[in-house]
């Protein structure tokens, strides 16, 4: 396979794992730009048998991706990597998260940033230690934090916004 046809691949996975809110069009092989084309090529003799909510998600993966500059690409590859290394169950989670976040009100996605950007700037051993804490809590004392900071407008401690179980 060639590095196009496998970054294709890789994109096509990525995509799937996106969820969609409306089905676009389809998008016509012809429409897509030289770049575009050459990062899909692999795909151009299936192009037509694609669902069009994928042939959507793909363009814009590819016009995504020739928009990157060399240390972007790469980044990009090492998550794409990651993701495809994940159990499938751990990225079933993932998804779920993601589409829970997805129908979240803006400003609950704005804490949910918020409280992720400073679980970031957290040393590691600072971020273990947060989690650490949140692991040894039982299920109705992180129930309570969690409802506790929500009307305070912060997450629970060591997480970045998402419900634990």
């Not at 998804?95 to 700037?121: A, G, L, W």
């Amino acid at each position: 396979m060639t590095r196009a046809g496998w970054l294709a691949l890789m994109l096509s996975g990525l995509m799937l794992a996106m969820t969609a809110s409306a089905e676009p069009p389809g998008v016509p092989w012809s429409k897509l730009s030289p770049e575009q084309q050459q990062v899909l090529s692999g795909l151009a003799g299936t192009w037509k048998s694609l669902p069009p909510e994928q042939q959507a998600r793909l363009a814009d993966g590819a016009r995504r991706w020739s928009a990157m500059d060399a240390g972007q690409r790469q980044r990009a590859q090492d998550r794409i990597r990651r993701w495809q290394q994940l159990p499938p169950d751990q990225r079933l989670r993932m998804r779920e998260q993601f589409q829970r976040f997805e129908q979240m009100p803006p400003e609950e996605k704005d804490r949910v940033r918020r409280n992720y950007q400073k679980f970031r700037e957290m040393t590691p051993e600072q971020r273990q230690k947060k989690r650490e804490q949140w692991e040894q809590m039982t299920p109705e004392q992180r129930k309570e934090i969690r409802e506790k900071q929500r009307k305070h407008g912060r997450g629970p401690p060591g997480q970045h916004g998402q419900a634990e179980n």
